[in-house]
């Protein structure tokens, strides 16, 4: 063949291939454009609150001006509320655009960008393009996916991705990208090593000994070291959330099984915890359970948010569900590609999308979906301008202590406390301080509040009120300035 014929086949070749990668551009681009603007409107719109985006907002800004993230949202190190060290991957982003949405739209881009690896096993796997094309959408239109994906930025969403790269690497045998991405995931959160770990187990069993043993043994060794050294150290305690495991902490909830079944039981079949699970399997049709293996990965994940006692754990509109979600994406993949004919894989990927659109309009927030909204005020509206001008007299390195939904707005400072705190501690610290008035509270000198307040904030405020006077309001908030900052008694 003239070597011009050959360079016309190569071209048509890598054309049919950059084709075949199309539908999945153009659903990758749709949900880009649905879920960065939408969670960008909502922080715009007053629909954030400080807990959490105001957290990683201000650790991150502090850390992209080389001061240590010490979070007063909160009141703990920013590294040692969570082992998040991948969280310095976003500073350089802050150089160039310091604010919230920064975060919210790489939250959604890493989010979206999971669906890439997916394509891949399943090109790899199924061959073709609408089998892959269509399950990596069923894992676009993911509820759990894209509740987590609103609710305000979390981390987490780093471990989407590296999750997903993980899992192609390791049945794939990719083993260089296979350590980068265990690594990367491992910088997430110091509980990573509970999805880790069972990819190590499966890697030792189906592709390496030496390598599946030197992951899962790793990512227990990296685990201890974050709760024992790296939070002991920053916060002087490793068990700053054991209070969320029920029996009183990890020894009672083992020995539960032997001294009290009939209450174990009755426990992890209350607070919804049935209809949580059958929520993240439904969203695939359940079809990862023709082949389980991969998707059993996320057992010891799954298991930690429903024997949780902290009821957000288990329900899918909040994060914690999102680690599983690539998981089962894959592990859907890798069941469908075990079939045996083409038929009966086509059945199969036809299931996984009628579910996943069924579980999307009932409890996702992509157009179609019954409750397609997440509660915020319109950007443009009347309420928010006025709110915004209200806020921007507050300077930018005064002290301040902001209501719940201000806070993201004003955290590029080193000191900021979510309102009522500090002048009555609430979710601050080590929680050891709770309902107290703090020592620093005469540092505050602004406030930013709502306008209308009731209980104990109307309370707080009526207890302070005489050291502060209005300098603005407007849109539902009042800012309030200490009649002479620095003065004790305030």
Not at 120 to 147: H, I, K, T
Not at 277 to 287: D, I, R
Not at 349 to 366: D, E, H, I, K, R
Request: contains cysteine.
């Amino acid at each position: 063949m003239p070597a011009a014929d050959v360079t016309f086949q190569q071209k048509r070749v890598s054309t049919k291939t950059l084709a075949g990668y199309l539908p999945l551009a153009v659903m990758v681009t749709l949900y880009v454009a649905r879920f960065a603007l939408l969670s960008v409107q909502v922080q715009d719109g007053f629909g954030a609150p400080g807990y959490d985006l105001g957290i990683f907002d201000q650790g991150v800004w502090l850390l992209s001006r080389f001061d240590a993230p010490f979070v007063t949202v909160m009141g703990r190190d920013l590294f040692g509320d969570h082992t998040s060290f991948v969280l310095l991957a976003a500073v350089p982003l802050y150089w160039l655009w310091p604010a919230a949405q920064t975060l919210l739209v790489l939250q959604t881009l890493l989010l979206a960008g999971a669906a890439v690896p997916i394509f891949v096993l399943a090109r790899r796997r199924l061959g073709g393009v609408w089998m892959p094309s269509a399950l990596a959408g069923a894992y676009l239109l993911n509820p759990a996916l894209q509740r987590g994906n609103l609710e305000q930025f979390h981390p987490e969403s780093f471990l989407v991705a590296f999750l997903a790269l993980a899992i192609l690497a390791a049945l794939e045998w990719w083993p260089r990208l296979l350590v980068a991405s265990v690594v990367g995931a491992l910088l997430v959160k110091e509980d990573t090593a509970l999805l880790v770990i069972p990819l190590g187990v499966w890697v030792y069993f189906r592709r390496n000994k030496k390598w599946g043993a030197g992951i899962a043994v790793g990512a227990g060794a990296y685990m201890a070291f974050a709760f024992e050294v790296v939070i002991r150290t920053l916060l002087g305690t490793a068990a700053f959330y054991a209070n969320r495991l029920p029996f009183g902490g990890l020894s009672g909830l083992l020995e539960s099984p032997f001294l009290h079944p009939g209450q174990l039981w009755a426990y992890l079949t209350s607070g919804g915890r049935p209809y949580y699970l059958w929520q993240m399997g439904a969203s695939f049709g359940w079809v990862f359970l023709m082949s389980p293996e991969v998707a059993a990965i996320a057992i010891l994940n799954l298991a930690e948010n429903v024997v949780s006692s902290f009821p957000y754990m288990h329900q899918i509109p909040y994060h914690y569900s999102l680690d599983a979600v690539p998981v089962l994406a894959m592990g859907t993949v890798f069941a469908i590609s075990r079939l045996a004919s083409q038929t009966k894989k086509a059945v199969a990927t036809a299931t996984v999308v009628s579910f996943a659109v069924v579980s999307c309009y009932l409890w996702g927030l992509s157009p179609f979906s019954a409750d397609p909204t997440y509660p915020h005020l319109a950007p443009a509206s009347a309420a928010v301008a006025a709110a915004d001008r209200a806020l921007s007299v507050i300077p930018a390195d005064a002290v301040v202590s902001a209501g719940d939904f201000y806070v993201s707005h004003l955290d590029h400072r080193k000191y900021i406390y979510q309102w009522p705190t500090p002048f009555r501690a609430q979710y601050w610290g080590l929680y050891n301080q709770e309902g107290t008035r703090l020592p620093f509270a005469s540092t505050v000198e602004y406030l930013a509040v709502p306008t209308v307040m009731s209980g104990t904030d109307e309370a707080v405020f009526e207890s302070i009120a005489s050291r502060f006077r209005l300098v603005a309001s407007g849109g539902g908030v009042s800012v309030y300035r200490r009649v002479a900052p620095g003065r004790t008694g305030g």
